[in-house]
T-cell receptor, first 112, second 115 residues
Framework: QKEVEQNSGPLSVPEGAIASLNCTYS??????FFWYRQYSGKSPELIMF????GDKEDGRFTAQLNKASQYVSLLIRDSQPSDSATYLC????????????FGSGTKLNVKP | GAVVSQHPSRVICKSGTSVKIECRSL??????MFWYRQFPKQSLMLMAT?????????EQGVEKDKFLINHASLTLSTLTVTSAHPEDSSFYIC???????????FGQGTRLTVV
């Protein structure tokens, strides 16, 4: 499986701060990029996706993509304790039968 | 988001038996479904990808004769773990998407324990 890398953390931030989560990928042909959140023992749930270079904002979340650097990040503004979870970066790869590959996830702890 | 239903959520089976897991897209037609396995504190490992009406494409190292995948309709895919062994115990998760370059939605997952 093509590599998708994330810092495993844990990343600890105080409530109200900005959390910054990073992801790098090895396949330059990667087309689409997704951020999922996974609570312990549960399935991942989609936060947002990004296809084009630059920033994409959705509420408190901003995804940033830099294809030249093969880097995608997720910023969470005004972090809440309920944001504490593992954040998974997923990359869509392939030219005919596109597949999703996941990073190992970054565990985020938001302290009250 | 779209709803993907996975059943059962938990199953315990004896070593040597087979277990079938169902994945259904409830409110959209899933042209592609993915099956993942997740061991404790590890990430999701893609096992196979299937398109409706086609044979599944398995990732390297995944035994196609052990993990049988059927994607017979646009709303249903099944994963059968044959001749299960304790090392097959894991969290199995399906996801489904309508078309390329769109997000995939996940089922609730199935926790399989082989005793």
């Amino acid at each position: 499986q093509k590599e998708v890398e994330q810092n495993s953390g844990p990343l600890s931030v105080p409530e109200g701060a900005i959390a910054s989560l990073n992801c790098t990928y090895s396949d330059r042909g990667s087309q689409s990029f997704f951020w999922y959140r996974q609570y312990s023992g549960k399935s991942p749930e989609l936060i947002m996706f990004i296809y084009s270079n630059g920033d994409k904002e959705d509420g408190r979340f901003t995804a940033q993509l830099n294809k030249a650097s093969q880097y995608v990040s997720l910023l969470i503004r005004d972090s809440q304790p309920s944001d504490s979870a593992t954040y998974l970066c997923a990359v869509e790869q392939g030219y005919n039968f596109n597949k999703f590959y996941f990073g190992s996830g970054t565990k985020l702890n938001v302290k009250p | 988001g779209a709803v993907v239903s996975q059943h059962p959520s938990r199953v315990i089976c004896k070593s040597g038996t087979s277990v079938k897991i169902e994945c259904r897209s409830l409110d959209f037609q899933a042209t592609t479904m993915f099956w993942y396995r997740q061991f404790p504190k590890q990430s999701l490992m893609l096992m196979a990808t299937s398109n409706e009406g086609s044979k599944a494409t398995y990732e390297q190292g995944v035994e196609k004769d052990k993990f049988l995948i059927n994607h017979a309709s646009l709303t249903l895919s099944t994963l059968t773990v044959t001749s299960a062994h304790p090392e097959d115990s894991s969290f199995y998760i399906c996801s489904a998407r309508h078309r390329m370059n769109t997000e995939a939605f996940f089922g609730q997952g199935t926790r399989l324990t082989v005793v």
